[in-house]
């Protein structure tokens, strides 16, 4: 069974310190896998999308990284207006070729001044 | 451009009660899905509209659930009757092509239900 397991829960940084998020994954046919953040009170919002092992994708204080199994997160010196819920997705097929995600249930990053 | 707009943004009703969720997708975009997030839990698929046709609803829980996308522009979802485990935040994203690897969905800011 496709699932996606992200890790931890929460997280807590003083504003400056660096850390990942961590987003594992076993999935029959990748055909990517997505970052998101989201919001309270709102949707998710595109961040990046990875296809294979070894990528590596950048914005401004976050690189999402890709191997076979799982992805990270990184989010080097964060700011208090990093704080969110950061969602990880893969995607796969539906019937007729169409895709679908499949999420984990996110990380939420609370970063204090 | 304007986004994926979802309407009403909350809506509080009684169990057995209908309730009927609107999705505006994104211009051009002829793939529209929608997803349900319930309490504490990882946001899950419902369905595939391509166009006005249902291509998958693989993820709908029951036969209470009613997806429609008349015209193929707009869509609602109607509960009817309404169950308390109905509650939760239902998401609708849209994409332009669906069947390209790597696609991206965009997603709208949810519909919060709560079923007292």
């Known amino acids: 069974e496709d699932q996606v397991t992200q890790s931890p829960e929460a997280l807590r940084l003083q504003e400056g310190e660096s850390s990942s998020l961590n987003c594992s994954y076993t999935?029959?046919?990748?055909?990517?896998l997505f970052w998101y953040r989201q919001d309270p009170g709102k949707g998710p919002e595109f961040l990046f999308t990875?296809?294979?092992a070894g990528e590596e994708k950048e914005k401004e204080r976050l690189k999402a990284t890709l191997t076979k199994k799982e992805s990270f997160l990184h989010i080097t010196a964060p700011k208090p207006e990093d704080s969110a819920t950061y969602l990880c997705?893969?995607?796969?097929?539906?019937?007729?070729?169409?895709?679908?995600?499949?999420f984990g249930a996110g990380t939420r990053l609370a970063v204090h001044p | 451009e304007a986004g994926v707009t979802q309407f009403p943004s909350h809506s509080v009703i009684e169990k057995g009660q209908t309730v009927t969720l609107r999705c505006d997708p994104i211009?051009?975009?002829?793939?529209l899905y929608w997803y349900r997030r319930v309490m504490g839990k990882e946001i899950k698929f419902l369905l595939h509209?391509?166009?006005?046709?249902?291509?998958?609803e693989s993820g709908m829980p029951n036969n209470r659930f009613l997806a429609e996308r008349t015209g193929g522009t707009y869509s609602t979802l109607k509960v009817q009757p309404a169950e308390l485990e109905d509650s939760g935040v239902y998401f609708c994203?849209?994409?332009?092509?669906?069947?390209?690897?790597?696609?991206?969905?965009?997603f709208g800011p949810g519909t919060r239900l709560l079923v007292l």
């Open positions: 994203a849209s994409s332009q092509h669906g069947l390209a690897v790597g696609e991206t969905q965009y």
């Open positions: 999935v029959s046919g990748l055909r990517g």
């Open positions: 990875l296809y294979s």
């Open positions: 997705a893969v995607q796969t097929l539906l019937s007729g070729g169409y895709n679908k995600l499949i």
């Open positions: 211009s051009g975009h002829d793939n």
């Open positions: 509209f391509v166009k006005e046709s249902k291509q998958d």
